[in-house]
């Protein structure tokens, strides 16, 4: 099946999330068993190989500057290439959502379907007349390749690439930065949601 990409389409400094472990410890060095789970601070605990429990602390994503919006965008593939979609979700400011897409892309790579769902997260928020944008994804290769980090060698990412950098430089300001998967669930579910159509569509 030959690749599909919607033609509507066509019109990210590396920073990690934190992802820290804090040991916990109570008055005689041990925090007691029975607060295992979720203590009253909304953290939670487990065991390490010393008998300590230490306590995970929950990642944010990078912070925007002030006033800039913020777009999530990835990509799925089911199969490398396989059935593909993308996803993305833009918030204002505020953090409140103005816009979210998943659209099928037909059989493509997972890194195409990402850069696509960071093309048309870029294009939807042009079309709301933003001019301060932040971007993030859990796609380490397409945020390093965006910030010159790495560069394009594969042929059918370059003018993805080249659409993007375009579509970027259309902004006033303009950041991308890497997250954890679980940071980018929205986009994601985005993406999955257009495959699960298509693949319920397909077999009814």
Known sequence: MAQCVPAAVWHFARSRAASAWIAGHGAAGNVPPTRRGRPESGRSLRPTRTGRYSER?????????????????????????????????????????????????????????????????????LELGVTALEVRMD??????????VYRVKNAGLKPLFEEAQRLSKSFARFGIAHVRRELNFRADAEANKALDAAKNGAGA
């Open 57 to 125: 602390v929950t990642p944010k994503p990078p912070a925007a500057p002030e006033g800039a919006w913020i777009v999530f965008a990835d990509g799925a593939a089911r199969g490398n290439p396989g059935p593909a979609a993308y996803g993305f979700v833009l918030d204002d400011p505020a953090g409140r959502p103005q816009a979210a897409e998943g659209r099928i892309l037909g059989v493509a790579t997972n890194n195409v379907a990402e850069y696509m769902g960071l093309i048309a997260g870029l294009g939807k928020a």
């Open 139 to 148: 796609s380490e290769l397409i945020v390093r390749q965006m910030t010159g």
